[in-house]
Antibody
Framework: AVQLVESGGGLVQPKESLKISCAAS????????MYWVRQAPGKGLEWVARIRTKPNNYATYYADSVKGRFTISRDDSKSMVYLQMDNLKTEDTAMYYCTAATTGNPWGQGVMVTVSS | DVVLTQTPPTLSATIGQSVSISCRSS???????????LHWLLQRPGQSPQLLIYSVSRLESGVPNRFSGSGSGTDFTLKISGVEAEDLGVYYCVQGTHAPWTFGGGTKLELK
């Protein structure tokens, strides 16, 4: 079965860093663009970052709100996608979901990131 | 960025009632390749979003056929023909035609 499992969330202080991960299975990971989408408590969905596939040079894209602070990466050999988050702000507090541009558009269960002093 | 405006923000329905949700885009979602990348997601309480309909009107595998999507250009509609209890939650439209992805603000479907 297609599955995405996020990990690595937690509580951090403003200006600190955190790296979250997403393990994929059940589909050809190397063929799928991968995304991170977040949802602040009680709010709607916000796209955060995207990484394309090897034929597309692993091109990356970011929302303006995180550009210069977040870095998305992937390891096709491990079917993993990552989000390195630096200089975190309180407004980055959210549930972070990874999702794949593949058949069925699977979503993970999400990982909570809380930025608070 | 493309702005998607969903209406209504909240929808109260009885079981068996048919309802519609509108999603209007600030610009045409017709891609230069001829496809329209407007999709609908459902987020049930406490769960992650799941895909219901992709490319305007194509039903995702396993999704009941009481769900249907229609529209073109900038105006799109999700219809549920006979609401069931499991349909409750927040519906989002999302566009992938123009970078970056953007989401509608959501429509919460609740029981009347």
């Amino acid at each position: 079965a297609v599955q995405l499992v996020e990990s690595g969330g937690g509580l951090v202080q403003p200006k600190e860093s955190l790296k979250i991960s997403c393990a994929a299975s059940g589909f050809t990971f190397s063929n799928a663009a991968m995304y991170w989408v977040r949802q602040a408590p009680g709010k709607g969905l916000e796209w955060v970052a995207r990484i394309r596939t090897k034929p597309n040079n692993y091109a990356t894209y970011y929302a303006d709100s995180v550009k210069g602070r977040f870095t998305i990466s992937r390891d096709d050999s491990k079917s993993m996608v990552y989000l390195q988050m630096d200089n975190l702000k309180t407004e980055d507090t959210a549930m972070y979901y990874c999702t794949a541009a593949t058949t069925g558009n699977p979503w993970g269960q999400g990982v909570m990131v809380t930025v608070s002093s | 960025d493309v702005v998607l405006t969903q209406t209504p923000p909240t929808l109260s329905a009885t079981i068996g009632q048919s309802v519609s949700i509108s999603c209007r885009s600030s610009q045409s979602l017709l891609h230069s390749n001829g496809n329209t990348y407007l999709h609908w997601l459902l987020q049930r309480p406490g769960q992650s979003p799941q895909l219901l309909i992709y490319s305007v009107s194509r039903l995702e595998s396993g999704v009941p056929n009481r769900f249907s999507g229609s529209g073109s250009g900038t105006d799109f509609t999700l219809k549920i023909s006979g609401v069931e209890a499991e349909d409750l939650g927040v519906y989002y439209c999302v566009q992938g035609t123009h970078a970056p992805w953007t989401f509608g603000g959501g429509t919460k479907l609740e029981l009347k």
